[in-house]
T-cell receptor, first 115, second 115 residues
């Protein structure tokens, strides 16, 4: 079975532009989470979506938005890009059970460089 | 809010030796989950081991084991018989049960296994 897939793997954008990152979860997984990993730091939680609804949001500005589609894939959008948005963006999927912990499986990430 | 601290930015050890990575955390929760993730140069986060706070017994997965000290809020990872493939960034992470799947990560320890 395919793991979590993210696209693109790398991209370069200019300050002020908008970017869309994509994530396809493992088959059967209904939960997708997004993380930002700045160089030299641990990942920071941005969003979790489950069954197309937002279940959690981290401390990120409104320039960051996401959505989940009926097939459980997800997009992360970032508007008005800043140099500080340069990071590795990780997507994780899980089967998510509200009453117990499930394992999150991560993709290989999208490396975003803002110039 | 929960915080996770990894005080060892870098470590190195000879192949076949044992190494211990440290992690402390701060939370007011009584029930939670703790994880160690490995991030090799391929960038993909891989779950190494997890511990449920209500379980007294330390988790073990083959060459990997943890020393979970709940009162001290300490969660160290021991790697026995270290192998070249263990070279990676290691992140300690915390999750509250239920609600959403937000993982709070530490800043990581870069582990190098020397041949």
């Amino acid at each position: 079975d395919a793991g979590v897939t993210q696209s693109p793997t790398h991209l370069i954008k200019t300050r002020g532009q908008q970017v869309t990152l994509r994530c396809s979860p493992i088959s059967g997984h209904k939960s997708v989470s997004w993380y930002q990993q700045v160089l030299g730091q641990g990942p920071q939680f941005i969003f979790q979506y489950y069954e197309k609804e937002e279940r959690g949001r981290g401390n990120f500005p409104d320039r960051f938005s996401a959505r989940q589609f009926p097939n459980y894939s997800s997009e992360l959008n970032v508007n008005a890009l800043l140099l500080g948005d340069s990071a590795l963006y990780l997507c994780a999927s899980s089967s998510y059970d509200r009453d117990s912990n499930t394992e999150a499986f991560f993709g290989q990430g999208t490396r975003l460089t803002v110039v | 809010a929960q915080t996770v601290t990894q005080s060892q930015p870098e470590m190195s050890v000879q192949e076949a030796e044992t190494v211990t990575l440290s992690c402390t955390y701060d939370t007011s929760e009584n029930n939670y989950y703790l994880f160690w993730y490995k991030q090799p140069p391929s960038r993909q986060m891989i779950l190494v081991i997890r511990q449920e706070a209500y379980k007294q017994q330390n988790a073990t997965e083959n060459r990997f084991s943890v020393n979970f000290q709940k009162a001290a809020k300490s969660f160290s990872l021991k790697i026995s018989d270290s192998q070249l493939g263990d070279t990676a960034m290691y992140f300690c992470a915390f999750m509250k049960p239920a609600g959403n799947e937000k993982l709070t990560f530490g800043t990581g320890t870069r582990l190098t296994i020397i041949p």
